[in-house]
């Protein structure tokens, strides 16, 4: 997006891959995060080149989203266009290249591409190797407040502005969300419940995750952050109500949650187009378990809603057993605005809750970046202090606390038991 007065670019879809000849032609169309083709090279990158060696490279393992996988996929599958890549760039990064001339991008987002050493904030000479490219096809990285050049003479002029327009180049969406929920000091933590869920964590430091599927990469506000993806979140109510049930009355979804139990015997596994976060399994598949005769349409919707509450709460206990402590979570997305659901994640994370006042944090994110990249606040905190309001407040209910424990625990053993036939469908 662009913000009026500065310009800024917030991050439209991390990860995905754009490629243009020396032409500045689009080779094809652009390959988004969430595209699973690439099972063949994530095996070949974890496998053959080897997790250690990509984590020492780059500080992240290979995912069927990143970027990295998806050139190799080009170039096994497409030579002749792979031949004639002379820029390769993520889609924001298209954007900005078209404002203003200049070919850049920032730290966070290019830290999923998976050719990015995070940790020094450069360029991986082994991963491009790997890849068959070369530092010259890539952009230049900034962090993401700043500024990278001007709007374009002829932009300006078919737009009717006079004046100089700086174009800021901003980050991944998540990253930038967190900016705009206010999530920039160390240790603090948002959930972002979008078809996607994301566990986000601030971090002073670098960390790496070396046991599962977390990603480490810098943040938005020049520092670093780890978190973890699962696929579908509020994409899965979204998948319930409105395509099986042709239904968008989601207030009535979450209302006649009231009409049943927790301690009940059904479960479902929200792995609708397989799963990054915790499990890394494109194969995964969305399943209902223990259904029974006395079941209804509403066991099946709060089924729905903890599994995916239970999936989040997965990579929220990977980022704490990594030392992390968590007081407080705030939440943003399409499904914070549900109250019932607030306090469901108080209940099974067994953590204080938060929502924002303005719940559209990317974008706000991106006006906050370009507050900061224009000289308007000295850093992302001190904005974020200044401009983030704190909204609703939810605390755990400890009795409900021990039975969705109760339940969670249950819920975890289901994937490992069942994985293995996913392969046969």
């Known amino acids: 997006m662009v913000n009026v007065e500065h310009?800024?670019?917030?991050?439209l879809e991390e990860h995905g891959?754009?490629?243009?000849d020396k032409n500045d032609k689009i080779l094809r169309n652009a390959l988004l995060w969430n595209d699973q083709r690439t099972v063949k090279e994530v095996e070949y990158l974890n496998n053959e080149i080897g997790i250690e060696k990509l984590l020492e490279y780059t500080g992240n393992i290979a995912l069927t989203g990143l970027t990295a996988p998806k050139i190799l996929w080009v170039k096994n599958n497409e030579p002749e266009i792979f031949k004639q890549i002379s820029k390769i760039m993520l889609p924001k990064d298209y954007l900005a290249y078209m404002l203003s001339g200049v070919f850049a991008s920032d730290m966070s987002d290019t830290s999923g591409t998976l050719y990015f050493d995070v940790k020094n904030k450069k360029y991986s000479k082994e991963m491009l190797q790997i890849l068959g490219i070369t530092e010259e096809q890539l952009p230049q990285v900034f962090e993401s407040y700043e500024v990278i050049g001007n709007l374009?003479?002829?932009l300006k002029h078919d737009l009717n502005i006079s004046k100089d327009i700086k174009i800021i180049i901003g980050g991944g969406d998540q990253?930038?969300?967190a900016v705009g929920v206010g999530v920039v000091g160390d240790g603090e933590c948002s959930i972002s419940l979008g078809t996607s869920g994301v566990v986000f964590v601030s971090s002073e430091k670098f960390n790496v995750d070396r046991k599962s599927y977390l990603q480490s990469y810098a943040h938005s506000n020049g520092k670093f952050h780890i978190m973890g993806v699962m696929l579908n979140a509020a994409g899965s109510l979204k998948w319930w109500a409105e395509q099986i049930f042709e239904d968008k009355n989601y207030d009535d979804f979450f209302n006649k949650l009231d009409d049943t139990k927790i301690n009940?015997?059904?479960?479902?596994?929200?792995?609708?187009t397989g799963e990054r976060s915790p499990i890394n399994d494109p194969d995964a598949k969305g399943v209902f378990f223990g259904l029974g005769l006395h079941h209804r349409k509403e066991h099946m919707n709060r089924a729905v809603i903890e599994g995916v509450t239970f999936a989040l709460r997965d990579t929220y206990e990977l980022i704490k057993n990594l030392g992390v402590k968590i007081d407080t979570i705030r939440i943003t997305g399409?499904?914070?605005?549900?109250?019932?659901?607030?306090?469901?994640?108080?209940?099974?994370?067994?953590?204080?809750?938060?929502?924002?006042?303005?719940?559209?944090?990317?974008?706000?994110?991106?006006a906050i970046l370009a507050m900061v990249g224009t000289g308007l606040y000295k850093n992302t905190e001190e904005a974020c202090k200044d401009i983030v309001q704190l909204n609703k407040f939810y605390?755990?209910?400890?009795?409900?606390?021990?039975?969705?424990?109760?339940?969670?625990?249950?819920?975890?053993?289901?994937?490992?038991?069942?994985?293995s036939l996913f392969s046969l469908i």
Do not use: H, R
């Open 7 to 11: 310009g800024c670019l917030a991050a």
């Open 17 to 20: 891959l754009v490629i243009l």
């Open 152 to 154: 374009k003479d002829s």
């Open 175 to 177: 990253a930038v969300g």
């Open 264 to 272: 009940d015997s059904l479960y479902f596994l929200p792995y609708l």
């Open 334 to 366: 399409g499904g914070a605005k549900s109250k019932i659901w607030a306090q469901m994640i108080s209940n099974i994370l067994n953590v204080n809750v938060v929502t924002i006042k303005i719940e559209e944090g990317p974008a706000l994110g991106a």
């Open 395 to 419: 605390t755990p209910d400890t009795t409900k606390v021990k039975l969705y424990n109760d339940k969670y625990n249950n819920f975890i053993k289901i994937y490992p038991n069942i994985n």
